[in-house]
């Protein structure tokens, strides 16, 4: 490839040229999952040795917590005997191996389930096969959430939604217009404008943002994706969605290249560097409400963990644990639980979805003293 260029870029450029600018949701879907060349695709990014780090990945306790939590909702659906378990985007099957073990101790919940797992990356599915096998539970692979079969249904997602493509539009003095990327004059992939504006754009924006100055920034996602949740749940179940982002729908660019744990320019060797966006929940709420579905919070990951009784989970861990663990123990609670930019505890939130029958979703009272402190 001519400069290092990675062969996606050369599929890209061959695809603009083809086609003209390319607005950029296309672009991070094609970095993201082209079936080839795909970020996704051709790796497993995850670990201290890959590009980031997860929260199932830091402490077990997540996923038993998500587990447990998945059994309460199991009881509150009326404890359906066949309910489907849908994890989106399981990466290396940490979080839901962790989660079955927990929900074993709950008593007919794991004979109840079959196991879904939605996931793009052949790559990936083949590592939480290789993770999951010993769970003894039902399993099936899908590449979209669409193939899950309908009927009662848990759905949890961790870092899924950043993962799903992000239009941008920016404001002109015509309008907004679709940022589009195009091979610019250094013959660099670069950032442009579609030359004309989105027709009634501000109309579809909430109100507080349609006096947004020349230059703004707005990203979203299609409403495909709330809406298919928003059916599944509202016709029987439940969906928990843990993603970093936005309580409010707001203005901005929150597009991110991360590569070896460090910012890359996400224009630069497209498919080798993990891009996501912040998720707008506000939006992603409504959408699943305009169908039926309730939502809960967002609440910051911090107050929805320790309601479910992190701390406590782990004096559990330590008093059984090997003394020299007691540190990591602490060490895995604290960075999933801290607010300050060391961890991720304010940044990452979590929106509950659900039938309205059910009633409240664990997690997601109001805020109690102690995730105040
Ligand atoms: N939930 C895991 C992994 C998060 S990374 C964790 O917390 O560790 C995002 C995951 O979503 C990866 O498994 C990726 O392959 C998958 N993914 C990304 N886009 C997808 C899509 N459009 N459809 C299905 N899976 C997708």
Known sequence: MPDGRSPLEAEIRRLIAAAGP???????????????YGYYVTRDPFGTRGDFVTSPEISQMFGELIGLWMAAVWKQMGAPENVRVVELGPGRGTMMSDALRAARTVKGFYDAIVVHLVEISPTLQQAQQKRLQESGVPMLWHASFDEVPAGPVIVVANEFVDALPVHQAIKAADGWHERVVVVGPGD???????????????????????????????????????????????????????????????LGDTVQAVSGHSFADPLRKPGEADLTAHVDFETLALGAECIGARSYGPVTQ??????????????????????DKAGEIDGGLSRLIRTDNRGMGEL??????????????PGFAA??????Q
């Open 22 to 36: 390319m607005p950029f949701a296309d672009y991070m879907r094609l970095c993201l999952t082209h079936p080839q």
């Open 188 to 250: 660099t992939l670069s950032y442009g404008l579609a030359r004309d504006a989105l027709p009634f754009f501000d109309g579809t924006l909430p109100r507080a943002l349609r006096q947004a100055s020349d230059g703004s920034i707005f990203e979203w996602r299609t409403d495909r994706f709330a809406l298919a949740l928003g059916r599944r749940v509202r016709a029987d179940g439940a969906a928990l969605i843990i993603d970093y982002g936005h309580t409010r729908c707001a």
């Open 302 to 323: 911090r107050e929805f963990l320790l309601q479910l009784g992190i701390r406590e989970r782990g004096a559990v861990l330590k008093s059984k644990a090997p003394r």
């Open 348 to 361: 990452f939130k979590v929106l509950g979805l659900a039938d309205p029958k059910i009633g409240p979703l």
């Open 367 to 372: 805020p109690s003293q102690a995730a105040k």
